[in-house]
């Protein structure tokens, strides 16, 4: 076994060289969550149901594409992958019937990304259960495991899939998350988390289908994990861990009342019924549900709507062949009928509710059940098990925890759980900007702050103007870094997933050229990034077939930070040396400067707000573009300055992309006097060619040179520096922007209906 290229020292990752790592990384790629053979993205209907016959040998791309890849990406500065498979790819044609082929092409993936010398580590991804529930994660087999029958989620709502939605194109915008609360997720992950509690008649092959969901789940992972440890040269090489399943989600396992939403459920999009109602029609009765759109602050009811099946379920008929996967199904456990109604939940005789709350309390003992007890009784019982099972093969492995995204993590720290290993893996996106689409310079909300009971009422969560809308990303992420201390213990954070939408505005960017809210929206969460104190990220996500038209080609979502229809961003040793350069005070930001009249960081509060609310004036001078930016995908505010290996402690570090400026303050460590390694940073020479960049040190010596990884080469700075505290400061160049978008109306408006009072919150 090779010596480890990465390892834990409390909070912090270092390198032999004792040096702390700083992870600056990506999810690779987006491509993963759907097979290549047949090549089936969200929005293609051809052969999605035929879900056992399918393989992902090609995902996430080619090993001849590879190579372009990786370049791009060690270019680009990331030197961290978290890389995205599924259950599927690995299980997909029945239990226990593991792709081989699969398996043997993603280790020759991983043996080029050895090449360029990434950090990996393994994702085992989901997105409401399953494609053909609209998402990504479990094998097919895993539904009819459960009784379900994805051909009739359509009818019943039990789902929204956009692949068998009648016009994919229109398939409403981020919709897909919603699916969390419908019938088949909550049905699935209740299984899957606490199917001996809720579920006791759901006997398959002799045991719950809890154990049998799980032990599958676990039994495919560490399979794949044995095999890139028999491979030899990938284990600990290239991949250092392993990531807990993606984004997992309670089901219903704390509902107290089935009849109402609960008020904790954030998200409420389209129809919207409750578990009841989602009950009902999955058994093929009519409903009149509530719908709800999404406005300037969060959702709000627009209706109400009739969702009539029409007799068609969501559940098995009885005529369905059981014996095709080769498990046997108890007797007790009947096909075509609702398996809450077999459990007493309601009646469907009479469709009367009997037990609103069924799954308000642990069943043997009443124990009153929140999202918090969730975590850390169900979620941490599967945790400690699939570690168990990753480490039976591979006992040196790091294990990234990743608990429900937003919630309180499990209370960890100083118990047997509080393992020196371990990583806390968080999510964070600004949930505004994801939901609507659209980067609102004048105001945001601190979702955080918001839902930890921060604030009296929601209204006063509202943060005005960009300058306090990137400081409260900010302080969101420093807080959920400062909550994993107090919680989980001493260890490292990710921030596994975070990003942009790409396509704002009704992708108001690609018929213009114009990026500069992708910009200013990139920056704020770089910018957030970088002051929250963790010990890295990895961005969601690279795709590498994303396009214009279908953007990551999932669920109509377009994050990705590359496109085949964008160009990379120049070298800017090439722009410096180009008659259109300028001394480094002339170039504006392309993020911050004034264009054409408009400023991107108006200092709005609200004693000026009547006159930021007047309508602005929009003349044809805002589609004016600078041939410098058409096209860069917003590529000048992730393409950014990082640390890459630090002699001592970083004490934190930020780029500010207006002045394109670089500073960093550590405190040196000359413990290893002998080989006295230096701090070394990325410079991506767009923003700091060498002949036209600024350094200066408070001690030490410092070099530019260029670190060569195949075909990839990439600027670093190199700083020799003394013991204590040290600060770098370093200036590129400021380059024009383009055309600034002003704040909209409905934003305007939104706002000053908010300072009146009264406005619902996301």
């Not at 978290?82 to 790819?89: G, M, P």
């Not at 107290?256 to 129809?271: N, R």
């Not at 969702?307 to 379920?313: N, Q």
């Not at 990743?402 to 806390?424: A, C, F, R, W, Y």
């Amino acid at each position: 076994m090779a010596a480890l290229r990465l390892r834990i020292d409390g909070t912090r990752f270092k390198d032999a060289q004792n040096r702390e790592i700083t992870l600056r990384g990506i999810n690779v790629a987006g491509e993963a969550k759907y097979p290549k053979t047949p090549d089936v993205p969200s929005n293609v209907a051809d052969g999605f149901f035929d879900a056992d016959n399918v393989s992902f040998i090609g995902r996430p791309f080619s090993l001849d594409e590879a190579h372009t890849h990786f370049t791009r990406l060690r270019n680009w500065g990331y030197n961290t992958i978290r890389y995205i498979f599924t259950w599927e790819a690995i299980e997909h044609e029945g239990p226990g019937k593991y792709d081989d082929e699969w398996i043997s092409f993603t280790i020759e993936v991983l043996r080029i990304a050895k090449q360029y010398q990434f950090y990996v580590f393994m994702d085992p991804h989901q997105d409401v259960w399953s494609r053909l529930s609209g998402g990504s994660g479990a094998p097919a087999w895993t539904l009819y495991a459960a009784g379900l029958d994805p051909r009739g989620f359509k009818k019943t709502q039990a789902a929204l899939v956009q692949n068998t939605w009648d016009s994919p194109a229109e398939f409403p915008k981020m919709i897909w998350a919603t699916n969390y609360t419908r019938l088949v997720c909550q049905t699935m992950f209740t299984l899957f988390w606490a199917g001996r509690d809720f579920a006791p008649k759901a006997i398959i092959d002799g045991m719950n289908i809890q154990d049998y969901l799980q032990n599958h789940f676990i039994a495919a992972c560490g399979y794949f994990a044995q095999k890139i440890r028999d491979a030899g040269d990938i284990e600990n090489e290239v991949v250092i861990g392993w990531e807990s399943m993606n984004e997992p989600q309670r089901g219903l396992i704390g509902y107290q009342d089935i009849s109402v939403i609960p008020a904790d459920q954030q998200l409420q999009l389209g129809t919207s019924p409750t578990a009841f109602q989602a009950m009902l029609t999955g058994s093929g009765r009519a409903c009149e549900v509530a719908t709800w759109g999404f406005g300037g602050f969060g959702p709000y009811q627009s209706g109400r709507e009739l969702v009539d099946p029409e007799g068609e379920t969501a559940w098995l008929p009885v005529t369905y062949d059981d014996t095709k996967y080769g498990w046997t199904r108890d007797s007790n456990w009947k096909l075509g009928e609702c398996l809450w109604a077999q459990h007493g939940v309601w009646d469907p005789t009479s469709d009367e509710l009997l037990q609103k709350d069924y799954f308000a309390k642990k069943p043997q003992t009443g124990e009153l059940l929140n999202y918090e007890k969730f975590t850390n009784t169900y979620f941490l019982e599967h945790y400690r098990a699939y570690a168990k099972g990753i480490r039976a093969v591979w006992p040196g492995s790091i294990m990234l925890c990743q608990p429900p995204v937003m919630e309180i993590p499990p209370d960890l720290k100083g118990s047997n759980d509080d393992d020196p290993n371990m990583v806390h893996a968080v999510h964070y996106y600004d949930g505004l900007t994801l939901m609507s689409k659209h980067w609102n310079r004048l105001y945001n909300v601190d979702l955080i702050g918001v839902l930890r009971g921060k604030y009296l009422t929601p209204a006063f969560g509202i943060k005005i103007g960009e300058t306090a809308i990137r400081n409260c990303l900010r302080d969101q992420l420093k807080y959920l870094r400062d909550e994993s201390s107090r919680y989980m213990g001493s260890h490292p954070v990710i921030f596994t997933e975070t990003g942009i939408p790409y396509d704002m505005d009704d992708k108001h960017a690609y018929k213009t050229g114009d990026y500069s809210s992708q910009i200013s929206a990139m920056d704020a969460v770089h910018y957030a990034l970088e002051g929250s104190t963790s010990n890295g990220f990895t961005l969601w996500v690279y795709t590498a077939r994303n396009d214009h038209e279908w953007g990551d080609q999932w669920n109509g979502e377009d994050l990705s930070i590359y496109s085949i229809d964008d160009l990379d961003l120049p070298s800017g040793t090439s722009l410096a040396l180009d008659h259109r350069s300028q001394s480094r005070s002339d170039y504006g930001s392309p993020s911050y400067s004034s264009s054409h009249g408009h400023t991107t960081n108006p200092q709005i509060n609200p004693r000026n707000l009547k006159d930021a609310i007047k309508t602005p004036s929009i003349t044809s001078e805002v589609s004016q573009l600078d041939e410098d930016k058409l096209g860069y995908r917003a590529a000048e505010a992730y393409i950014r300055p990082s640390p890459i290996f630090t002699n001592g402690s970083i004490l934190d570090y930020v780029f500010d992309l207006k002045t394109c400026t670089f500073t960093m303050s550590v405190i040196g460590n000359k413990a290893n006097a002998e080989q006295d390694p230096p701090t070394e940073v990325y410079l991506p020479d767009f923003h700091f060619p060498a002949t036209h960049t600024g350094v200066s040190v408070s001690s030490g010596e410092w070099a530019f040179d260029y670190v060569e990884f195949n075909a990839a080469r990439f600027q670093r700075l190199r700083w020799w520096h003394s013991d204590g505290d040290q600060d770098i400061k370093i200036e590129g160049i400021k380059r024009k922007g383009g055309a600034l978008v002003p704040p909209s109306a409905e934003d305007l408006s939104y706002l000053e209906q908010c300072q009146k009072g009264g406005c619902a919150v996301m």
